[in-house]
């Protein structure tokens, strides 16, 4: 366990261009980028395409699912193209979702049957998911500057969350933008499978991200992941 200091307060920095929902036009939520966010040409582009090809899918940013109420927070890397990119909620759809949201089940942090559609009813408890790139990047690999551009959002995702006391990264990119938003010192928090770094009243932990990938090449066994969440479900009672 590391514990480390911050160098700011976990305050949000305000989205700079659109930040109307796509869900409700007639509500500004500055923890939520509009369906036409601009400010990563690269990612816009890529959504305009896919949005040709797909016009069926969701191709927009990906809202956080769960309450902003509760004590753990996920942050994962960014929307995979026929997962999360498609039906619009995170890690539903592909490979990744399948294991985060059994090990959410088994730990009592959802409940229902998860069926990779997002009208499946699943219900998180106490528990919320979000990425730290909200648009599908090409060969799910973000750029720097669209990491820290996205950041605004993940900023004031955090400031929103009255009750947060637990955050799990899936993978180093997941990791590094957390800290950064929350205002930690980097060199004090590395990121490592399995270790939790205290930062005054809040815990973060680290996993290798749960995508096929990393599961296929043996990175992560499903044992690796579920003993991270034993952990924060020891940790939060
Ligand atoms: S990745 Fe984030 S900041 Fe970039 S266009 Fe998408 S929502 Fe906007």
Not at 143 to 165: G, H, K, N, S
Request: aromatic share 6%; net charge positive; hydrophobic share 40%.
């Amino acid at each position: 366990m590391t514990t480390i200091s911050t160098t700011k307060p976990p305050s949000p920095s305000r989205p700079v261009a659109d930040i109307r929902p796509d869900t409700d036009p007639g509500i500004v939520d500055p923890a939520e980028p509009g369906r036409d966010c601009p400010l990563c040409p690269r990612l816009v582009d890529f959504r305009n395409t896919i949005r040709s090809r797909e016009p069926g899918w969701h191709n927009a940013p990906v809202r956080s699912f769960g309450d902003r109420d509760a004590a753990l927070l996920i942050v994962g890397l960014a929307p995979g193209l026929q997962g999360a990119n498609r039906t619009g909620r995170p890690f539903t759809g592909d490979y990744a979702g399948d294991l985060l949201y059994a090990t959410l089940i088994a730990f009592g942090f959802a409940r229902g049957t998860y069926q990779a559609r997002p009208d499946d009813g699943l219900t998180l408890i106490d528990c919320r998911i979000s990425n730290a790139v909200r648009c599908v990047p090409p060969q799910n690999k973000p750029l720097p500057v669209e990491i820290r551009t996205c950041r605004q959002f993940l900023e004031t995702t955090l400031a929103d969350m009255p009750r947060l006391r637990a955050i799990v990264a899936l993978g180093r990119v997941a990791h590094d933008s957390t800290v950064k938003a929350l205002g930690l010192r980097a060199a004090a928090a590395p990121f490592a499978h399995g270790a939790m770094h205290q930062a005054g009243a809040l815990r973060l932990y680290d996993s290798y991200h749960c995508s096929r990938y990393n599961t296929n090449t043996g990175v992560l066994t499903p044992a690796m992941f579920q003993s991270v969440f034993a952990k924060v479900r020891a940790d939060l009672g």
